[in-house]
């Protein structure tokens, strides 16, 4: 598989945002200001720049599975 962005795996694009049953937490290895506007616009739920705190970390996905739910 060849290598991917982090935009091109969630499908990046302005369409109306398709019904997922899993959210998408995004860790990228590149963290600035552009990148996490692309990945917000591109669908994922929430993004969590490096370095981070595990414990932060848990807490942000647990956050957007309780989200997922409703």
Known sequence: ???MTG???LGGGSEVRP?????VVV????????TEIEMMEA???DYVRQP????RFVARIKA???R???
């Open 19 to 23: 019904r997922r049953a899993l959210p």
């Open 43 to 45: 669908w994922a739920d």
């Open 1 to 3: 598989m060849p290598p």
């Open 27 to 34: 860790l990228p290895g590149v963290t600035d200001d552009r």
């Open 7 to 9: 935009q091109e795996v």
């Open 52 to 55: 981070f705190a595990p414990d």
């Open 64 to 66: 957007a599975l309780q």
């Open 68 to 70: 997922a739910e409703h």
